[in-house]
């Protein structure tokens, strides 16, 4: 396992960095009144971070107003027993409009089919970028 504790930016190693670039899905877990919440996203791993988006009426995006605590798992199943994982704990930054949010859509339109059929604007839905302050992973 690797472990890297601290609230700097976690360095991935090029195996973790590899794994999450060829996957699009990942759990997030946020908290309310000490309560988990998990919910699968598609994600993008993008400078070093991951980012999804999320609608504002959800409960994770309520969640996050609240506790910008989350922590994400991308992970692959092998009944063999050769999974493959990367847990990532860290806090949620919003971003709702701006160069930024342009970009990040950008990306996101022309990775996912969804977000071309059902197009939005900015403060419609939220981008969400998880910085990273502790990282596991195994079978990488």
């Not at 969640?63 to 990532?88: C, M, P, Q, R, T």
């Not at 930024?100 to 059902?118: D, P, S, T």
Request: hydrophobic share 35%.
């Amino acid at each position: 396992m690797n472990n890297v504790s601290n609230h700097n930016k976690v360095r991935v190693t090029q195996k973790e960095r590899k794994f999450l670039l060829e996957n699009e899905a990942c759990r997030i877990a946020t908290s309310h009144d000490d309560i988990p919440h998990v919910a699968p996203v598609a994600y993008i791993y993008d400078k070093g971070t991951i980012t999804f988006v999320t609608d504002y009426g959800t409960r994770k995006y309520r969640n996050l107003e609240v506790n910008k605590n989350v922590s994400v798992v991308v992970d692959v199943y092998d009944s063999s027993g050769e999974n493959k994982a990367i847990v990532i704990q860290g806090k949620a930054v919003i971003i709702e409009r701006g160069e930024e949010f342009k970009r990040l859509y950008q990306i996101f339109k022309r990775r996912f089919e969804w977000v071309r059929k059902n197009p939005w604007k900015e403060g419609e839905a939220p981008f969400v970028r998880v910085n990273a302050f502790n990282k596991v992973s195994w079978g990488l």
